[in-house]
């Protein structure tokens, strides 16, 4: 059974740092694309960031842009994300997808794997 499992959430005040980590079993992800989707109460679905499967090649939402890093280590078949300069939008729960495919997506429809989730709540 595949599972993708988050950490690294929490409660951070405004400007701050935070750092996701992502650990998949049940199935090497080292071919496939891997990302973050996030869900703010309210609010549809969005778009974080995503990583192909060589690490070589990242997107990343508008809204994120220049903030946050994506990164992957395929031997230890892990995704991680790292977040600066937090704003109070950030809050969300963070979820840690992946795809079939080897490239990365830009929406939150084309992953067929999904975690838990893990809260990110920033204060103002």
């Known amino acids: 059974q595949v599972q993708l499992e988050e950490s690294g959430g929490g409660l951070v005040q405004a400007g701050g740092s935070l750092r996701l980590s992502c650990a998949a079993s049940?199935?090497?992800?080292?071919?496939?694309?891997m990302g973050w989707i996030r869900q703010a109460p309210g609010k549809e679905r969005e778009f974080v960031a995503s990583?192909?499967?060589?690490?070589?090649?990242?997107l990343y939402g508008d809204a994120v842009k220049g903030r946050f890093t994506v990164s992957r280590d395929n031997g230890a078949n892990t995704v991680d994300l790292q977040m600066n300069s937090l704003r109070a939008e950030d809050t969300a729960v963070y979820y840690c997808?992946?795809?079939?495919?080897?490239?990365?997506?830009?929406?939150?429809?084309?992953?067929?794997?999904w975690g838990q989730g893990t809260q990110v709540t920033v204060s103002s």
């Open positions: 997808v992946g795809r079939d495919a080897g490239y990365y997506d830009g929406s939150s429809l084309n992953y067929e794997y």
């Open positions: 049940g199935r090497s992800f080292s071919r496939s694309a």
């Open positions: 990583i192909t499967w060589s690490g070589e090649y990242t």
